[in-house]
């Protein structure tokens, strides 16, 4: 480390020093009225070295405890939620030897989509101190994109400060003040905070009872520390006084039976006693569970919610691609979604949509970790994924790596269906897989009717209409016919590995100016399918080019390009306009 002492030898520079001294006590003391917002709070990282530099060693105030991400990658992050959006003014790290030499600090409303507050090159380790800051934020996160040693990135501490008073700490219920049914306190493995943890009977129905009291009503983050040492998911439902609140909800396997992680879920309490259940849903049981940790979400003495600055013309850029990661590396000259992922980065869109089949070919967590990660993993903050056919091939359940690997941002609505606002549009991600399902054609009617937004777009994987070798595929006809009834305007999808666009029609296949525009986008990475059979309304064909779409839209329209791996332009819509 470089030395940070400088010695001053004439009179002019010690009174600069006495000068700069006096500086420092006052912006101190100007300081002083800010309160440590993160001690304790609710924190998540990108990786962990070993159990023991879990990433909640970061905030627990003690400077002997320490996070590490595993070693030897780029990017890693750890990510804070302070529980409510939050005023914040000062960020200070401390690093252990394994230092970043470059990173981020960003914060975000929703833990999905981030805004840089500082970027931070050619550091050297030690104390960084970071003061002067101005944002609202509900979660602060630092992104590590250049690592100062060939280790990982370690952090002693991580703290956040602000003018208001900090979110309610969480209250720790430990394994030994659980009610057990078919289960047993046991003390064989390492890394469990309190005296023991709970050992679940290897059958369906066993399960953990806590009695927990909240002080006052308000949403709250449920989270389980477990660890999981098999190679299968053990999914449990998370019942709030008998009411499920996350039905197999998955607890995916970590390291070893001495690697702990957490699974969270959120719910709204009423102020008294309250009883959370967590019950093995399958014969395997459930995971080995350390604790349960109840955090408040909200704080009344948080600040606002700041809004982005509108951008003239309601202007915004998204990149989208489905069929994405097969199992392969930038090693091999033949690996398409690291030359894809270096598209988006280009792109800087504000935000990334995916049509399904992510990663191939099971879609095992380890999978994503090990190839989505490597490349597309770089925006995952800015995804807004949708499940294809080969998250439900994962062997540890349909879906589960899936859903381990994304979270909260592929389930942000408790399901894998979701919707949200952008500008003057309304986006929904569908889940094809289960789209002749009645709750979630329930559920896309109600969401449709709801909306208020003057433009909509839908995306999932399966199409309705393809040129390709899978064909027009008829599961997604009722989602289409109740788009086309509350007027969208653009459909993007999957499935075939091609790129295909049709102009405007009706779930018939009959053109219609008043119909929606489909988009065939299959050609983020997976090896290329032929044309088989080309369909009516069909404008635009293109296979064996591997790309993404650079979709361009305003308050009122909507366009895109198809930018191939090469960096050149393959394909360019009209500009339309929405109904």
Same mark, same amino acid.
């Given at each position: 480390m470089q030395s940070r002492k400088h010695v001053l030898t004439t009179a002019a520079a010690a009174a600069t020093a006495l000068l700069t001294a006096a500086?420092?006590?006052?912006?101190?003391?100007?300081?002083?009225?800010?309160?440590l917002l993160s001690r304790n709070r609710p924190v998540a990282a990108s990786s962990v070295e070993a159990s023991a530099y879990a990433p909640e060693k970061a905030v627990d105030g003690d400077t002997a405890t320490r996070w590490a991400s595993a070693e030897g990658s780029d990017p890693q992050w750890i990510r804070v939620d302070l529980g409510a959006a939050t005023p914040i003014t000062r960020i200070r790290l401390v690093w252990e030897a394994a230092y970043a030499s470059a990173y981020r600090l960003e914060t975000s409303a929703d833990a999905t989509t981030w805004t840089t507050l500082k970027a931070v090159t050619g550091e050297n380790g030690g104390t960084d101190d970071h003061?002067?800051?101005?944002?609202? !934020?509900?979660?602060?996160?630092?992104?590590?994109? +250049?690592?100062?040693?060939?280790?990982?990135? %370690? @952090?002693?501490? @991580?703290?956040?400060? $602000? /003018?208001? %008073?900090?979110p309610g700490p969480g209250t720790d219920y430990q394994a030994e003040d659980a009610a057990l049914s078919q289960a047993v306190v046991a003390v064989n493995h390492t890394g469990y905070t309190g005296s023991g943890f709970v050992d679940y009977t290897n059958v369906s129905g066993s399960r953990i009872e806590w009695t927990v009291t909240?002080?006052?009503?308000?949403?709250?983050? @449920?989270?389980?520390?477990?660890?999981?040492?098999?190679? !299968?998911?053990?999914p449990m439902d998370i019942a709030v006084d008998g009411a499920v609140v996350a039905a197999s909800a998955p607890f995916a396997p970590t390291a070893n039976w001495d690697t702990w992680t957490t699974y969270t879920v959120t719910t709204t309490l009423a102020a008294g006693t309250h009883t959370v259940r967590a019950t093995a849903v399958a014969g395997t049981g459930g995971p080995n569970v350390d604790k349960l940790t109840v955090t408040p979400t909200a704080s009344p003495t948080a600040g606002p919610?700041?809004? /982005?600055? /509108?951008?003239?013309? $309601?202007?915004?850029?998204?990149?989208?691609?489905?069929?994405?990661?097969?199992?392969?590396?930038?090693?091999?000259?033949?690996? +398409?979604?690291?030359?894809?992922?270096?598209?988006?980065?280009? #792109?800087?869109?504000?935000?990334? @949509?995916? #049509?399904?089949d992510n990663q191939?070919?099971?879609?095992?967590? %380890?999978?994503? +970790?090990?190839?989505?990660? =490597?490349?597309?993993?770089?925006? =995952?903050? =800015?995804?807004?994924?949708?499940p294809g056919n080969h998250e439900t091939y994962d062997p540890a359940g349909a879906m589960v790596g899936y859903q381990s690997y994304f979270g909260s941002i592929a389930y942000p609505q408790g399901k894998p269906y979701y919707s949200y606002d952008h500008g003057n549009w309304h986006f929904i991600a569908l889940d094809s897989n289960t789209l002749t399902a009645s709750a979630q054609l329930t559920w896309l009617q109600n969401d449709l009717a709801a909306t208020t937004k003057g433009c909509i777009a839908a995306y999932w994987h399966h199409p309705l209409f393809s040129s390709g070798e899978h064909g027009?595929?008829?599961? %997604?006809?009722?989602?289409? +016919?109740?788009?086309?009834?509350?007027?969208?305007?653009l459909v993007l999808n999957g499935h075939d590995h091609h790129y295909e666009r049709f102009g405007p029609q009706n779930p018939s296949a009959a053109a219609d100016p008043n119909g929606i525009v489909e988009v065939l986008g299959g050609m983020g990475g997976a090896?290329?399918?032929?044309?088989?059979n080309v369909q009516p309304n069909s404008q635009k064909r293109l296979t064996g080019v591997f790309g993404v779409l650079k979709l361009s839209f305003t308050a009122g329209t909507f366009s895109w390009q198809l930018i191939g791996t090469d960096g050149t332009v393959k394909d360019t819509s009209p500009t339309y306009t929405c109904h």
């Open positions: 500086t420092v006590v006052l912006a101190q003391r100007a300081e002083a009225a800010d309160v003061t002067g800051l101005a944002a609202t !934020a509900r979660y602060v996160r630092v992104y590590g994109t +250049q690592r100062g040693t060939p280790y990982g990135y %370690s @952090l002693w501490e @991580l703290e956040v400060y $602000g /003018p208001g %008073s900090p909240t002080a006052v009503a308000g949403p709250v983050a @449920l989270t389980l520390r477990y660890a999981n040492g098999t190679t !299968a998911n053990r919610t700041l809004s /982005p600055s /509108p951008t003239p013309g $309601g202007a915004f850029t998204v990149a989208a691609a489905g069929d994405i990661a097969e199992q392969c590396t930038a090693s091999s000259s033949t690996c +398409q979604h690291p030359k894809t992922a270096a598209l988006v980065t280009a #792109m800087n869109p504000d935000f990334v @949509l995916t #049509m399904g191939y070919d099971d879609a095992r967590l %380890s999978d994503f +970790q090990n190839y989505f990660d =490597k490349t597309w993993g770089a925006f =995952k903050s =800015k995804i807004r994924p949708a027009n595929d008829p599961v %997604s006809r009722q989602a289409w +016919q109740l788009l086309y009834n509350a007027r969208a305007d090896p290329p399918y032929s044309i088989d």
